[in-house]
Structures are given as structure tokens and as C-alpha cells.
């Protein structure tokens, strides 16, 4: 597993780092700016990336993320020290695995990483540029229908009408599109991330 840390505070950077590689199977890489981002992720291909929000940079973590990944598949876990209610809903717009809040510490960065790991295991389109063709051979022809009625915002009922299945069918379809992408279950995860794709599904 290949994971990406991107933070400004190089000892909290170093201190995650650690923390990793004493417990997990990966390989990890630091970008300390957006500029280090850009230069390492194409090479790299994370399959995870913690991110801290506050880069103090123009663009913050969530921000840099979102067009991140308009290019990229991996999953995403917040590390920051904001708390607000507003940050939070921004950050999970993302569908970020989880959200730490600093100071971490050992027993956090092991629990979200523990959490993480079934999730990008059982999905191989992590860690790659976003292909069209490979998300069209990961998905059944019905699943590929199923987004692109999501994308005009047809609910499952109204699917489930126009694909002559009934809601039950349409609902497992949704949690088999969700284990795929590494999405979450329920709070809209599969809503949002069509309509960040939906150029692929029109």
C-alpha cells in the first residue's frame, strides 16, 4: 500500500510516518506543499492520502483534494487541528475514511488505518489515474445505468421503475457500486461522487 502524506509541519509529518511503517505494510512519501504534491503524486499513485487541511497555502487540504482527485483514485483521511462544523461538512463532501483531529497520536493514526484497510484491500482501481474504460469494466452494464440515472438525480424508487427491478435490487446494486469505489454506505457518498464524475456517465 502506498501512502501519501501531505503536511506543512514537517516533525508531525515525520511522527505519522513512523507510525506507519512500525505497523503497517506500506511504502510512504511526505509532500510538505501543494508544489511537492503535484511533483510526487503521478509517480507515486497513493492509495491513501492523509491530508492536513490547513496548508497555509491559497488552497487548502480539501480544496486540493477535490481537484486531485479529478485525475487520480485513492481514498482520503483529514488530519487537522479544525474543528468547526462548517470545515467538517467541506471535508466530508470528499468521503474521507475518517477525520482526525490533532494533536495524533499513536492510538489514532492505528484505529483510522486499521479502519481503512478492508476498504481500499477490496478496491483496485486505488492508486491509478481515473480511466474511464477500467471504471466501465469494474461496473455491470446495470450498475453503469444505475449512476447514470443518479447523475439526473433520480432517486431509487424512480430507478427502480425504469429498470423494471424493484427498490431491494436497486438498493443491493448500491451498496455493490459503493464496495467497489470505496465509498461509504449511506450519507449521499454515491450521489457526490457521480456528480463529481459525471462527465464520465453522460
Known sequence: ???????????????????LKANFNCTVTIALNKQ???????????????CDINL??????ITLIEN?????????????????????????????????IKPVDEAAIF??????LPIIEANTTLGKPIDNNSLHQLLTITERKIIQYIVQNKTSKEIASLLFLS?????????????????PNGNNALLKWAMQHKVQWE
Open 167 to 183: 427498490p431491494y435490487t436497486i438498493k443491493n446494486h448500491r451498496h455493490s457500486i459503493c464496495r467497489k469505489l470505496g465509498l
Open 56 to 61: 497555509k497555502e491559497e488552497q487548502d487540504g
Open 36 to 50: 511537492e504534491v503535484i511533483s510526487t503524486f503521478a509517480d507515486f499513485l497513493p492509495h491513501l492520502v492523509l
Open 111 to 116: 484505529a483510522a488505518l486499521k479502519l481503512a
Open 1 to 19: 500500500m502506498r501512502i501519501l502524506i501531505i503536511e506543512d509541519e514537517i516533525i508531525i509529518a515525520r511522527f505519522i510516518e513512523g507510525q
Open 68 to 100: 486531485l482527485r479529478q485525475q487520480y483514485a485513492f481514498t482520503i483521511i483529514f488530519i487537522t487541528s479544525y474543528q468547526s462544523k462548517i470545515i467538517i461538512e467541506r471535508a466530508l463532501e470528499q468521503q474521507p475514511l475518517n477525520y482526525i
